[in-house]
């Protein structure tokens, strides 16, 4: 379960679909700078916007999840940094619809289903 407590981050640059857990985790270390034990989830673009990836780093270890879109595309971020940090109902709406909150929806029934979703949880 994601927490508000936690760093999320998106990174911008695709990458490849065939990089696994071990790779992924060497470019954040590389790249994002992060304290040990720290809580972080860090969001992959495959090259193709088809594909997901969810790179999850805590005080017990790393996992990964690889999420794909039914219909759409995972829309990038449009900014030019490297990466930008998100806050939790901006990685949902991700996960849902392929979208970010700055740019438009993209499937009217992931909509919905947000949203109602939105309100069983409030």
Same mark, same amino acid.
Do not use: C
């Given at each position: 379960? %994601?927490?508000?407590?936690?760093? $999320?981050? =998106?990174?911008?640059?695709? $990458?490849?679909?065939?990089?696994? %857990? ?9 790249? $994002?700078? *992060? #304290? ?5 989830? =860090? +969001?992959?673009? !495959?090259? @193709? ?12 270890? +790393?996992?990964? !999840? ?6 759409? %595309? *995972?829309?990038?971020? !449009? ?6 940090? $998100? @806050? =939790?109902?901006? &990685?949902?709406? &991700? &996960? *849902?619809?392929? #979208? ?6 993209? @499937?009217?029934?992931?909509? +919905?289903? *947000?949203?109602? @979703?939105?309100?069983? #949880?409030?």
């Amino acid at each position: 379960m %994601i927490s508000f407590k936690k760093r $999320i981050i =998106v990174v911008r640059e695709p $990458i490849s679909g065939l990089l696994g %857990i071990h790779s992924l985790y060497g470019l954040v270390k590389s790249k $994002i700078a *992060f #304290t040990q034990g720290e809580s972080l989830y =860090v +969001v992959f673009f !495959t090259k @193709n916007h088809r594909r997901l990836k969810v790179l999850h780093i805590d005080a017990a270890g +790393v996992d990964l !999840t690889t999420r794909f879109l039914f219909k759409g %595309i *995972f829309m990038s971020d !449009t900014s030019t940094d490297d990466y930008r940090e $998100i @806050n =939790v109902e901006a &990685l949902q709406r &991700l &996960l *849902f619809d392929g #979208t970010l909150p700055d740019t438009p929806w993209q @499937n009217p029934l992931a909509q +919905v289903m *947000f949203m109602r @979703n939105e309100i069983l #949880t409030s």
